[in-house]
């Protein structure tokens, strides 16, 4: 049937659960339903998509560890200067480390050997390859099973609470 995206009281993400276990949450009314696809269950009780919980639930803030994986991740496993998805990406920092650049979040993105190479030694200006989106670092390792969801044509309505991650 589905997964569906927990917000905490604050609207923000929290995790993603089985459509079950938030019809659960809900008949306990320690949520309330966000939004819902249209579908029902149980004797018309409609399929959540998105569900609040009503208590705020604190977390402690996890910091996301900048790794390849993670880079190739939250930029969608494509060339971020020609959309380019395959197998053969690399690592291409926006302005080189030999310019000062840094190994950071808001340095480092996926590109396509092609673009890797064509780039070199310059910045995405100077080689007039603008990004299709700036990098930036994850706010929670949800986002990347958030969009996830998202980029394969599901869950559309979660993008807008793609804000806070």
């Known amino acids: 049937m589905g997964k569906v995206l927990v917000l905490n009281a604050s609207y923000e993400p929290l995790n993603i659960t089985s459509w079950r276990r938030a019809i659960v ?3 306990k009314e320690k949520a309330e339903q966000v939004e819902h696809n249209g579908k029902y269950v149980y004797a018309n009780f ?11 639930i604190h977390l ?6 900048l790794t390849r ?13 020609c959309s380019y998805s395959g197998d053969d990406l690399t690592l291409d ?3 080189p480390k030999s310019r000062g650049g840094s190994d950071s979040w808001e340095n480092i993105v996926a590109a396509c050997v092609k673009c890797n190479v064509k780039k070199g030694n310059r ?18 390792s949800l986002y990347f099973e958030v969009n996830k969801q998202v980029q394969n044509g599901g869950h559309q309505e979660w993008r807008k609470y793609m804000i806070g991650l």
């Open 123 to 140: 910045t995405p200006q100077e080689a007039r390859m603008p990004l299709h989106q700036n990098p930036r670092r994850p706010f929670s």
């Open 69 to 81: 994986r993670n880079i190739l991740n939250r930029d969608g496993h494509s060339c971020q200067y």
């Open 60 to 65: 402690p803030h996890k910091e996301i560890s």
């Open 46 to 56: 409609p399929l959540p998509t998105v569900i609040r919980l009503r208590q705020f």
């Open 93 to 95: 920092h926006v302005m």
């Open 25 to 27: 949450l809900l008949i």
